[in-house]
């Protein structure tokens, strides 16, 4: 990706995590896609190298970089299609709430174990009957003493049978009007009396991220686990939006252009008729159709990263890019499959798991239509 956010040596930093992607990542995917799950071993030479939490200020074991880095980490993934090892949710959404919420001393505690790869984090929001309607949430976290007692079910938790810390948003206040004033954000370590993990569960794609439900029974936390302030999860929640519909984006684009570049490959390999497939007009307009697509979300993205970085608010552009871009990565799939024919339905053809695991992006970290929902109301309409 070329960009006037980058530097030579953010070019330095992209080409050595190529090279440890293609060393260390690239060969495994298929064994992890069957396994269901990354080892944490490859989490830990993630962490080794620097690729978790660059932005991680060095006092906690970080590097202290910018966000730029991040952009990096996640396209590089997604182009070698690497998107169960959930670096991103890690990093860039998860971790960010300790370093803006935490004390110093759960900081102390837990950024370090993030950055190096011992600690995979999860965040816990969904539960089976509340997921675009966050505010619903049941599960409650009931002050006893110097303790929370924590009780409620979660699903469809990334990095779920992994996690060593799980941040959970749980009703301090049950009877809170409006409800989303009840919603704390509390962390809850693995080996936690009363809390487990679920079965991973079986999804249409991603199948390399362990994707689970947990369960809080009488779990007892000591309250210095509350992240910020009792009562403020949802509005940190909302704060932290803008970063993590952005990272999403990033991910979603740059599969769009890995699958995009794989099939213009295939199709001027591919002959039928005598032809290369590349050459029937119908199919040429098909590339410049996506090419075109491509180019407008990059175009749009990249300024987004741009006004990121500069701190800039702009939460209304990053949800159009959110609605936007995972739908324009999905009518991509669609066409790479079919210019692929027969062969991009097979496993071995690496756009036949691109095109499953690019369908969740419209999903997760808020639908197409929670995003135009949000858009439309800040429109004022
Ligand atoms: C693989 C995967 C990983 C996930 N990881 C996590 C995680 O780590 N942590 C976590 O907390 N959650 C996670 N989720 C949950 C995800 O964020 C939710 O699935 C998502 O927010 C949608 O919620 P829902 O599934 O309950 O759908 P629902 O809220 O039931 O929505 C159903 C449909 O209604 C639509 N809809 C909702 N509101 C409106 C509206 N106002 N107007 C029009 N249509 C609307 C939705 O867009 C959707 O099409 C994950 C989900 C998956 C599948």
Redesign the pocket.
């Known amino acids: 990706m070329s960009s006037s956010l980058f530097s030579e040596e953010h070019d330095i930093f992209r080409d050595a995590f190529r090279k440890f992607l293609s060393k260390e990542i690239a060969p495994h995917l298929e064994e992890w896609e069957r396994d269901g799950i990354v080892p944490r071993e490859a989490w830990k030479k993630m962490g080794e190298n620097g690729y978790l939490c660059p932005w991680v200020d060095e006092k906690y074991g970080g590097s202290g970089v910018g966000f730029e880095y991040s952009v990096i980490i996640n396209e590089e993934l997604a182009y070698v299609g690497c998107l169960g090892l959930a670096a991103g949710?890690h990093s860039d959404i998860i971790v960010p709430y300790i370093n803006s919420f935490g004390n110093e001393q759960q900081k102390m505690k837990w950024l370090p174990g993030c950055a190096s790869g011992d600690i995979i984090t999860?965040?816990?929001?969904?539960e089976p009957g509340?997921?675009?309607?966050l505010a619903a949430i049941r599960t409650t976290a009931v002050r006893d003493g110097d303790e929370y007692v924590i009780n409620g079910q979660?699903t469809?938790?990334?990095?779920?049978i992994l996690c060593d810390l799980v941040i959970v948003?749980a009703k301090t206040d049950p009877k809170a009007n409006p409800p989303f004033k009840g919603i704390s954000l509390i962390c809850v370590e693995d080996g936690t009396p009363g809390f487990s993990k679920g079965r991973n569960l079986d999804?249409m794609g991603?199948h390399s991220?362990d994707?689970a439900e947990m369960s809080f029974e009488d779990c007892r936390v000591p309250v210095s686990n509350l992240l910020g302030g009792e009562g403020k999860g949802f509005s940190y929640l909302m704060q932290k939006l803008q970063a993590e519909r952005l990272i999403v984006s990033v991910m979603a684009q740059a599969l769009s252009e890995a699958m995009l570049d794989m099939t213009i490959k295939y199709c001027k390999e591919r002959t039928i008729f005598g032809k290369p497939v590349t050459s029937f007009q119908h199919n040429t307009f098909k590339f410049v159709e996506m090419a075109t697509e491509i180019e407008l979300g990059r175009n749009f993205l990249n300024s987004l990263i741009e006004d990121h970085c500069a701190g800039k608010d702009i939460v209304k552009k990053v949800s159009m890019a959110k609605a936007w871009i995972p739908e324009m990565a999905n009518r991509v799939a669609y066409h790479c499959v079919q210019l692929h024919g027969g062969y991009g339905y097979m496993e071995e053809y690496p756009i036949c798991r691109l095109a499953r695991d690019v369908r969740?992006f419209t999903?997760?970290?808020?639908?197409?239509?929670?995003m135009k929902?949000i858009v439309g109301r800040m429109m004022g309409l």
């Open positions: 949710l999860a965040i816990a929001m969904t509340a997921g675009s309607d979660k469809f938790i990334s990095n779920g948003a999804k991603f991220q994707t969740i999903i997760f970290a808020g639908t197409t239509e929670v929902v």
